[in-house]
C-alpha cells in the first residue's frame, strides 16, 4: 500500500500551453523533494494540450469548463490524498521553493493550519514591473476543506494559525498587451 502523501498539489490547466509547462516545471522540485501527488484538472480544448499534462502525471481529470473556480477547484479536492494541499494557477510558477520545503520536511507544518507565499503579479511582457501580494493557498486539509466564491476562489475553513512562507509564485495573468487583451 503506497504512503498517503504529505502534500497535494493542484493544479488547473487552460489552453495556455507555455505557461502550462512553465509551472508544472516549477513544481517538479518540490515533487522531488516531499512526499507529494500532482493533481491536475484539464479544462483545455486545445488537443496539445492532454500530452503534456501526461508527461507529468496520470492523475488528470478531464473538467469542462463552467465559469467557476470554486466548482473546478472543488474537483481537485475530490482526488486530493495528502493531509495538505496547495493549488497553483497555470500562469504562474516558483521560483525558490526552499522555504516550502523546509516548512514540511522540518515538522513546522504540525504547528499551522495553512501558510501563505506570496504572488508576484507581473504587469508588462519582460517582466519588470510587478506588485506583491500575500495568497493563503496552502492548506491543512479536513474533511470539511472546499472551496467558495466563483472569481478570487478562497478556501474555508482555516484550521488553525497560517505561516507567511519565504516563497514566491511569479505569476503572469495579470500582463496586458493588447487592446484585445484589455476589453
Known amino acids: 500500500m503506497a504512503k498517503k ?9 487552460s489552453n495556455r500551453i507555455d505557461t502550462v509547462r512553465r509551472c508544472l516545471d516549477s513544481l517538479v522540485p518540490i515533487l522531488e523533494q516531499l512526499p507529494s501527488e500532482l493533481i491536475l484538472l484539464d479544462t483545455s480544448t486545445d488537443p496539445s494540450v ?3 499534462l501526461a508527461e507529468y502525471t496520470d492523475n488528470i481529470t478531464k473538467f469542462k469548463w463552467v465559469n467557476d473556480f470554486s466548482a473546478a477547484r ?3 479536492l475530490k482526488h486530493a490524498n495528502g ?3 496547495l493549488y497553483i494557477d497555470d500562469d504562474e510558477w516558483f521560483v525558490e521553493i526552499e522555504d516550502l520545503i523546509h516548512f514540511f520536511n522540518s515538522g513546522e507544518y504540525k504547528e499551522y493550519g495553512c501558510a501563505n507565499y506570496i504572488q508576484r503579479n507581473f504587469h508588462d511582457p519582460d517582466l519588470t514591473h510587478y506588485s506583491d501580494s ?3 493557498r496552502i492548506i491543512k486539509l479536513t474533511s470539511e476543506t ?4 466563483k472569481i478570487h476562489e478562497y478556501l474555508v475553513p482555516v484550521p488553525g494559525e497560517c505561516k507567511n ?3 514566491i509564485a511569479n505569476h503572469t495573468g495579470y500582463i496586458m ?7
Open 177 to 183: 498587451v493588447t487592446k484585445e487583451d484589455i476589453e
Open 83 to 85: 493531509e495538505w494541499y
Open 165 to 167: 512562507l519565504n516563497l
Open 74 to 76: 472543488n474537483e481537485t
Open 50 to 52: 492532454p500530452p503534456v
Open 146 to 149: 472546499h472551496f467558495e466564491s
Open 5 to 13: 502523501p504529505l502534500l497535494s498539489i493542484a493544479l488547473l490547466c
Open 134 to 136: 500575500w495568497v493563503s
